[in-house]
């Protein structure tokens, strides 16, 4: 089964003061595109639990517009502030929840790697990698905030996983442990889709 055929993957980037996200449609036969990106500002809510059903609001209303196959989202990063990380992964949580309401398989991916796959280095910083997406996607600027670009790295990532399981048909979290392809390997296999500057 060809899992990168007529899917539309979301990706998301959590945070409780902004948080990203991405809608990447992938054609059978064709190279992927945004159909949207943008952010989520959370700053002027100080409730805590206000800011989560803002998120949850969010990811209702995208899921309704754009009917996701997939939820790619990256998994909170490990902070020395166990308060920042509770919250983090609380609204992680809160849209993983969202997409398995509506039977979207969730797929989690590390920092580490969705950066991996897009620019080739685990360690790129948030620039590097929405450079790196600008040129893939042949951006004419890059958004405001890296935490949309980001959220389309961990859509990116996810479709470049070339043998990604099955998902459940009960839309159950799967977690992809392995390194299945990379932004070099698109590049490499697609020369004739990558513009320069």
Known sequence: MDHTADRIIMGIDPGTSVLGYSMLQCPKNGTPRILALGVLKLNKF?????RLRK???RAVSLIDEFHPDELAIEAPFYAKNVQSMLKLGRAQGTVITVALSRSIPVFEYAPRKIKLAVTGKGAASKEQVARMLQTMFHMDGLP????ATDALA???????????????ASGTAR????HKGSWNDF?????????TT
């Open 46 to 50: 100080q409730d805590h639990y206000v």
């Open 187 to 195: 590049v490499r296999n697609n020369p004739d889709r990558i513009v």
């Open 144 to 147: 405001e905030y890296f935490d």
């Open 55 to 57: 998120i949850y609001e």
């Open 154 to 168: 961990a859509s990116v990532c996810h479709y470049f996983q070339k043998e990604l399981p099955v998902p459940p």
């Open 175 to 178: 977690r992809t442990t392995s």
